[in-house]
């Protein structure tokens, strides 16, 4: 069974009747990971928000099967429980919510839908520390609100240390690279590839292939209009890069 | 004694109610009869033995008060009150003079046991850091049943006991301070407490004190159609400090009862007093029924230069709360805080906010405030920051925040920004917005449930406040606006 | 008349207003039309009498202390009193196009100036638009919460004649209509009037009303403009209140704005010794904005009061509100405003500020923003400042070599230039000249200081 399974997904803003998505679909195998390429305004971030449950997409046809079960019916939290995670374009500032409190009440609310206890506050604090070294997050950063007065490349990482807490099944990166120095890139794409394992899946959305020389993908799918028209190997996105979309995007229509 | 257990029952089966303290004790009372007149006012005096002048300053005020007309200015809609439809004095029979705890009802003791609040200090020692110990007058209705760490505190000079108490012991002070900042002619209630006040809290701080503990009084309402109308009055001589803790909470009943009380706080040179509330009175059920009417006057008076007042509130609870601490900036170089936290639910109603007076010179005056409405209910924050002529190089700093949760509710911000001084510089924002649907979808992404997400982000927008109060209450706090919002999305 | 168990003690000027309203009547019926406006609005006067400063609205404009007498009313100006006028309404420099001038309240034709009107823009008489078409008469009755002001009522019990200016559909004027109200001199007289204001769907008009009168005489006027903006419509308004230094000056603006629309006013208020500006704006239709400010400059004694109440009564709009008070002497400046957000306004967004200077050590300033909201889904906000200039600014001026007094002007330029900026940003020239003549109005005003 694969990862993830999206068949004929048709979407649009709940307010407004321009399709967004048009019977894309896609499969990302467990182990596996997907690259999203395509140019601005081909459905790359409705996409990842249709996938997490936002409200303010409606869903007209379709479905996503995460390890065979349709998700689109659940709300946001229920799919994170089932192990899908979105790595957010724009990571939301919550004023006056400590990163622990926040970080925590997130471990928990998965561990309580999976049946466990609450994790011990020692463990959970050592287990923050350890990852936050890692990704370079300083003790200063865990101390203030959840992502207030974060610079850009400070929110990625966050975005990523959320990540390697939740351990999810399917990660959804969208555009992660944005906003990004060179040197930040590589901590976060280092945080991505240490996760990588059989089990786990990504998708991997981004407009420039320069990410991609950090985190390889397996497989590149070029989304335009609301649909996947291309699908190759790592190759793809290099040539993306040198011919650019107009070429590629042209001959699909 | 009526019997109240069916009452109870029959609010108990309105099941919507998150209400954690709504039981009532059974306890035989003694009551005043029903009604108000100069005859309730004597009964009440002579009840405590009170000297001449006090009966005479409560006449006095009754009188005035028959001449006064309740104030229509606020954002709260009830029906006309019957002031002869309550009783005015209730007072556990077996707590004639009590000398010791073991005199005290066990009823009573048992009642503060359940709301958390242990009276005996063997209870409270154990297990307790001397630096947390909290001293507690408990106020049961009409009067206060115990007032604990008495001696301990008596130690160090610091005076907490009763108002009744301090009428005896103390006649010289109370008749000095009394009235001095909420005067008998203040207001409708403020003028009805001073005929009618049964008991409250007396603290004086001798110069140079800093109270070794933490004060607190904890206000309980039990009897049936029983108005609660307390008095406290905080004295903070030369360069003393104390933080005083207040709370209360009532059984739930489906009539609604009246809560009248006047707070007056003195800081003289270089004092500081920093006064918490979490009023957590009955606030009724999701659909109006009930609860009680919380008319209050809390007034600090920075009387001596550098004096300092703070006011924290959480105000959770009551069908209609008309309340707002304020502070008088007397003494130059005087500065006065307003914090607060005020979530209405359900068909709850508060008016609520503060008034910063500056009179003398280089005055500072900051105000936090966060409403948060939820349900069908009505929040309003009115606020006053005035300076005098000769207050110059006075500050204010105000924030007043609202929240919105489900659409059927308001939220209202009234401020009153009055400068008569140009070198006083006045800073006031305000903003209202619903809670965040991004915020939401981060937090529910992360695996938080819709409940939880609201839970987290609310306390976030009140943290500045909650990080004002005593450790021990902060949590207790978030708990309590937690539960507040329960139901509140659906 | 009204019979009450209780007779309320009138004042001076409770009573000659009750005087004149019946001379009034007893002068000769009015057309029916503007008959019931009269009796409704003296009703309503009579029964609650001046707003004092219990009253919650007049709380910093106590009226019946403000206004110890009432002038008698003022007539038709004479063929000599038009004279004195076009001379002194000839020495105005026109902003705008078109202009259309009243005296004493009434409608001068002969002084019109700036040649014909534009096409696609009609002036008549009130009363008689009132007679034919019951729409301008609903208008003409106003919102409950303008009906409910007291100068208002005041303004239909005196009212003569009212003028009714048109701009039809889709007409896109290049100029704005250049309005000048004066007050003759020679003995006080209480002035009253009325304008109504149709933009209709789609048309892009400008209005600039200018209100002055004679120096040290203690005339009153009273006067209320109603204004429509159709679905599309824009309307630049801008306001220059220059009365003479004696006078009392009430205003009243109401407005009610319709979908995709947009409404921008600008008053600069320096005359008058009392005066209050009201503004009761209404969206009536989706995806519009208003934009709401003011610059008051008050010296001496001057007393000005702004009372708006902005209401969304619909989903999508956008309303922006920025008062600015700089003040002098012993002036008293007063701001209050109200947004509204109802139950179904979702998707508001509401901003408002007010800020203000003191230049002396005698000056106060009595501000109350309020938010009151219904509905959850909105994003509303205000803020309201008040101190002396920047210390640290003024400083840095100086140390630069600039005089205190030309630094504080161009500080006060500065903080007046921020209301004033942006003001119209449609397609009028008129909005450039109304800016340009508003900012040498700060200027000279400043200079004026001594």
Redesign the interface.
């Known amino acids: 069974m694969s990862l993830l399974e999206i068949k004929n997904l048709t979407a649009k803003l709940a307010d407004e009747d321009k399709q967004i998505l048009n019977g894309l679909n896609l499969t990302v195998e467990k182990g596996q990971v997907a690259a999203i390429m395509g140019p601005n305004g081909s459905g790359k971030s409705t996409l990842s928000y249709v996938l997490a449950g936002r409200e303010d997409y409606e869903v007209t046809d379709g479905e996503a099967l995460l390890d065979g079960e349709n998700i689109l019916e659940l709300s946001p939290d229920e799919r994170a429980a089932k192990g899908l995670f979105l790595a957010f374009q724009y990571p939301i500032e919550i004023p006056g919510v400590g990163q622990m409190t926040f970080l925590k009440a997130a471990v928990n609310a998965q561990r309580r839908k999976n049946g466990l206890d609450d994790m011990p506050t020692p463990e959970f604090m050592k287990l923050v520390n350890g990852r936050a070294k890692e990704l370079g997050i300083s003790p200063d950063m865990l101390r203030r609100s959840v992502n207030v007065g974060f610079s850009g490349g400070e929110k990625k990482r966050n975005e990523i240390l959320q990540m390697a807490l939740l351990q999810p099944k399917l990660a959804i990166l969208d555009e992660t690279d944005s906003g990004l120095d060179i040197d930040a890139l590589k901590i976060v794409a280092d945080g991505v590839n240490a996760m990588r394992s059989p089990d786990r899946g990504f998708v991997v959305i981004t407009h420039y292939q320069r990410l991609l020389d950090y985190i390889k993908p397996d497989v590149v799918h070029v989304l335009s209009a609301g649909r996947i028209i291309k699908t190759g190997g790592p190759d793809l996105a290099l040539e993306l890069e040198a011919k650019g979309y107009a070429d590629i995007v042209g001959k699909a229509a | 004694m009526p019997a109240v257990q069916e009452t109870v029952e029959q609010v108990r089966a309105i099941d919507i109610d998150q209400y954690k303290y709504g039981f009532s004790t059974d306890i035989e009372m003694e009551l005043a009869p029903k009604g108000l007149s100069e005859d309730i006012v004597r009964y009440i005096s002579a009840r405590k033995n009170e000297p001449a002048w006090m009966l005479e300053w409560r006449l006095d005020a009754y009188r005035r008060w028959l001449t006064m007309r309740e104030p229509d200015w606020a954002r709260v809609d009830y029906p006309q009150i019957d002031f002869q439809d309550m009783y005015y004095y209730a007072a556990p029979k077996s707590n004639a003079a009590p000398k010791s705890l073991d005199e005290i009802d066990p009823a009573i003791l048992e009642t503060y046991k359940k709301l958390g609040i242990p009276l005996r200090e063997q209870e409270i020692l154990a297990g307790v850091a001397p630096e947390n110990r909290i001293a507690v007058d408990a106020v049961f209705d009409s009067v206060s049943v115990v007032t604990t760490f008495k001696e301990e505190l008596k130690k160090s000079g610091v005076i907490f006991s009763s108002i009744s108490e301090a009428l005896h012991e103390h006649p010289e002070l109370v008749k000095k301070y009394i009235g001095s900042v909420v005067p008998t002619t203040d207001n409708y209630y403020a003028t009805l407490n001073a005929a009618v006040f049964s008991d409250g809290s007396f603290v004086y701080i001798p110069p140079g004190v800093r109270c070794p503990m933490e004060l607190s009084t904890y206000f309980r309402i039990n009897e049936q159609k029983t108005g609660q109308f307390e008095r406290t009055l905080i004295i903070a001589d030369k360069g003393s400090y104390v933080s005083y803790l207040e709370g209360c909470t009532a059984p739930m009943r489906d009539e609604n009862q009246l809560h009248a009380a006047v707070v007056e706080l003195i800081a003289h040179d270089d004092a500081e007093i920093k006064y918490s509330t979490v009023q957590n009175w009955y606030p009724g059920d999701s659909q109006g029924k009930g609860g009680i009417y919380n008319f209050v006057t809390k007034r600090g008076d920075c009387r001596g230069a550098r004096s300092k007042i703070s006011w924290t509130q959480v105000e959770t609870g009551s069908a209609i709360t008309w309340k707002y601490p304020s502070c008088i900036l007397r003494g130059d170089d005087s500065q006065g805080e307003f914090y607060s936290i005020a979530v209405s639910n359900g068909a709850q109603q508060v008016d609520s906010g503060t008034k910063m007076i500056h009179l003398g010179k280089n005055t500072r005056s900051r105000i936090i405030s966060k409403g948060i409405s939820a349900g069908r209910s009505q929040n309003t924050y009115r606020g006053l920051v005035s300076a005098h002529r000769r207050a110059t190089n006075a500050k204010n700093f105000t924030n007043c925040d609202s929240l919105l949760i489900g659409n059927a509710c308001g939220a209202h911000t009234v401020p009153y920004i009055e400068s008569k001084t140009a070198s006083a510089v006045f800073e006031h924002e305000a903003t209202t917005s619903k809670v965040s649907e991004d915020q939401m979808f981060y937090c529910m992404q992360r695996g938080l449930t819709q409940e939880e997400a609201i839970a987290l982000i609310v306390n976030g927008f009140v943290k500045d406040v909650l990080q004002q109060l005593p450790m021990e209450f902060m949590v207790e706090a978030q708990k309590l606006i937690a539960i507040s919002l329960e139901g509140s999305v659906g | 008349m009204v019979m009450n168990a209780i007779t309320p003690i009138r004042t001076p000027a409770e009573q000659a207003l009750i005087g004149a309203f019946g001379a009034l009547r007893d002068s000769g019926p009015a057309s029916a039309a503007l008959e019931g406006l009269r009796i409704d609005g003296f009703s309503r006067f009579e029964a609650s009498g001046l707003p004092h400063r219990r009253v919650?609205d007049w709380k910093y404009t106590d009226l019946r202390a403000l206004m110890r007498e009432a002038r008698p009313l003022a007539g038709a100006p004479d063929a000599s009193v038009l004279l004195a006028a076009k001379v002194a309404v000839g020495r105005l420099p026109r902003v705008g196009g078109s202009r259309i001038v009243l005296v004493d309240g009434f409608h001068a034709p002969d002084l019109a100036d700036g040649g014909a009107l534009p096409e696609g823009v009609t002036v008549s008489d009130l009363a008689a638009a009132m007679a034919q078409r019951p729409e301008i008469s609903a208008l003409v009755t106003g919102q409950p919460a303008t009906r409910a002001n007291i100068a208002f009522a005041l303004n239909n019990a005196f009212l003569t004649e009212g003028l009714l200016i048109e701009v039809a559909p889709g007409t896109e004027l290049g100029h704005a209509l250049d309005l000048v109200s004066i007050t003759s001199d020679g003995a006080p007289r209480l002035v009253t009037s009325r304008i109504v204001v149709v933009v209709g769907a789609g048309a892009s008009a400008g209005i600039v009303e200018t209100h002055l009168g004679p120096a040290g005489v203690e005339y009153q006027k009273n006067v209320v403009m109603q204004v429509v903006v159709r679905d599309g419509a824009t309307l630049e308004h801008g306001r220059r209140q220059i009365e003479g230094d004696q006078a009392l000056h009430l205003a009243t603006l109401e407005a009610s704005v319709g979908a995709e629309a947009h409404f921008d006013s600008l008053t600069l208020t320096t005359g008058a010794a009392v005066s209050r500006s009201q503004l009761f704006v209404r969206f009536a239709g989706e995806h519009s904005n208003v934009t709401l400010r003011g610059v008051s400059m008050l010296k001496g004694r001057q007393h000005a009061d702004t009372a708006l109440v902005m209401e969304h009564a619909v989903p999508h709009c956008q309303s922006r509100e920025t008062f600015k008070h700089i003040l002098d002497g012993e002036a008293h400046g007063v701001f209050q405003g109200k947004i509204i957000v109802q139950?179904v306004a979702?998707k508001t967004d509401g901003r408002m500020m007010s800020q203000?200077i003191?230049?002396?050590?005698?000056?106060?300033?009595?501000?109350?923003?309020?938010?009151?909201?219904?509905?959850?889904?909105?994003?509303?906000?205000?803020?309201?400042?008040?101190?002396?200039l920047d210390a640290d600014l003024m400083f840095y001026l100086k140390a630069r070599g600039i005089p205190h007094k030309e630094a504080e002007a161009l500080l006060v330029e500065a903080f007046a230039r921020e209301a004033i900026e942006d003001f119209g940003g449609g397609p009028l020239a008129v909005v450039e000249e109304l800016r340009e003549a508003m900012l040498t109005s700060v200027t000279e005003w400043m200079r004026a200081r001594t």
């Open positions: 919650e139950p979702q203000t003191m230049l002396a050590e005698g000056p106060s300033m009595d501000n109350k923003p309020e938010l009151e909201i219904f509905a959850d889904d909105v994003a509303c906000a205000h803020g309201c400042t008040c101190g002396e």
